[in-house]
């Protein structure tokens, strides 16, 4: 990609382009190396402009939503990191909530339950967009995002312009089949009534659960790996012996095993180093395969942790 890329796309584009923008700076674990762009689409047009110059240049590129389920290559990601925040529409017609996925999820749910809508004050507390939230089908203290949905828009890789229904998404546990590669630009629920302030006691119990359980004072982006069938991702790392190993500025915490902490200056590298540990640990021991729930990016090709840098020939944005 040479420099011109950058101003091409900033010509064809309404919302911002920047260049080496550092990807720790952009997501939980506060880890990662620098993207070469990041582009940010004003509107439904402008990612449609966005999407068909990447087909055409074959860049690679991904959707960066709030980053807290990301383990970003110390590398960086030599592409273009699309951040769709300007999507943040909120209209209500009565139950019926149309939303923008670039939202922040929880100011979102918060939003939701002061007008008495429940469905959502179980995520309560979940870093990330809606966006994200809906490619993840993100969830907690059983419920998910996709309990209450109707529909979903989004943009496929061809530019085209789709409006699924909850059905035909086929979402399972932290899986969104259909929307897996598109880029997701809002959604319709539809949510049953509730007493605000029964909702508000709750999110607050749920809130006051997960500050207890998470180690919510340092930089993580969650569970690492997905729940086995009939196991505690957690409590398989625990009785492998592995709660509190430390690699590198990385831990597997002792407050619970299934997550991984930076305890401050953490490279990705020390990051996958525990997250093959506790693979390679918790197979040899009980013979489940644990299967990631957190996705990386930029070591696509490359050993992790040996990605290739990105060249140094955009000069950088300072926020
Ligand atoms: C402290 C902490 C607690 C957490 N607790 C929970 C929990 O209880 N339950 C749970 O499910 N998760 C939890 N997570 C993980 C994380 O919050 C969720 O996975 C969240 O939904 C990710 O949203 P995001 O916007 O940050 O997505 P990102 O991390 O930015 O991206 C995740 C994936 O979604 C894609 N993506 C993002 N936005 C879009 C879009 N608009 N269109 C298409 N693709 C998109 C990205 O390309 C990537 O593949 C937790 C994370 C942290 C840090």
Known sequence: MDTGTRQEISRLLRGEVLARVPLRERTTYRIGGETRLLACPADLEDLRCLNAYLVEKSLPSFVLGGGANLLVSDRGFPGVAVHLGGFDRLSFQQE????????????????????????????????????????????????????????????????????????????????????????????????????????????????????????????????????????????LIEDAGLKGRVLGRAQISPKHAGIVINLGGARASDVLGLIRLARKEVSMRFGIELELEQELIGFEGEEPGQATPVPDDEPADTE
């Open 96 to 235: 019926k909530v149309s939303a923008g996925a670039g939202l922040v999820l929880d100011k979102f749910i918060r939003t939701c339950l002061r007008r008495g809508l429940a469905g959502l004050e179980c995520l309560s507390g979940i870093p990330g967009s809606l966006g994200g939230a809906l490619r993840m089908n993100a969830g907690a203290f059983g419920a998910e995002i996709s309990d209450h949905l109707v529909e979903v828009e989004c943009l496929d890789g061809m530019g085209r312009f789709k409006v699924l229904k909850k059905d035909e998404v086929e979402f399972s546990y932290r899986r969104a089949l259909r929307i897996r590669e598109t880029y997701i630009t809002g959604a319709t629920f539809r949510f049953p009534p509730g007493c605000k302030e029964s909702l508000f006691l709750i999110r607050e119990d749920i809130l006051a659960r997960r500050r207890q359980r998470q180690p919510w004072q340092y930089p993580t982006a969650g569970s690492v790996f997905k729940r086995p069938p009939g196991h505690y991702a957690g409590k």
